[in-house]
């Protein structure tokens, strides 16, 4: 598995867009993400709001890492890291159920575990690693 872009991206909401389009240029390039870019972007930006939002606590003084890595014969894995505390993923409520389908938020996690084909949270919590085949 071969590392393909590693960044390192402020614990701050601003920098969110800015370093998805930067990581994304760089994944098109890549023969793994043919055809499953929107799917790869969107878990990317959701997988980096939560690590800003909940693991820095918007602190740009805090960093998130973002590693992005490509097989052709496994598919693509990307993984982002967080210095938060971290959180129990089962603990989740589903955004899909009863009354937490009329809430704006809570379904990053949801959306990424939709759009990749494995999602596994490591670390308390603090590291995602998300592949698409």
């Known amino acids: 598995l071969k590392v393909a872009v590693r960044k390192e991206v402020r614990g701050k909401l601003e920098a969110l867009t800015p370093a998805v389009e930067e990581v994304m240029a760089q994944v098109r390039a890549m023969e793994c993400s043919r055809g499953k870019e929107f799917e790869i972007e969107t878990a990317l930006r959701e ?48 955004p899909v ?8 938020h809570g379904r990053g996690i949801y959306l990424i575990n939709q759009l990749m084909d494995q ?14 085949r």
Request: proline share 7%; charged share 30%.
């Open 47 to 94: 997988a980096l709001a939560n690590a800003i939002r909940h693991g820095c606590r918007n602190d740009p003084e805090k960093v998130v890492e973002v590693i992005v890595a490509c097989d052709p014969e496994r598919g693509m894995l990307i993984v982002v890291r967080d210095p938060g505390e971290g959180f129990d993923p089962k603990a989740i409520p589903s």
């Open 97 to 104: 159920r009863g009354r937490n389908v009329f809430r704006h």
């Open 119 to 132: 999602v596994s949270f490591l670390k308390g919590g603090t590291e995602i690693r998300m592949l698409k």
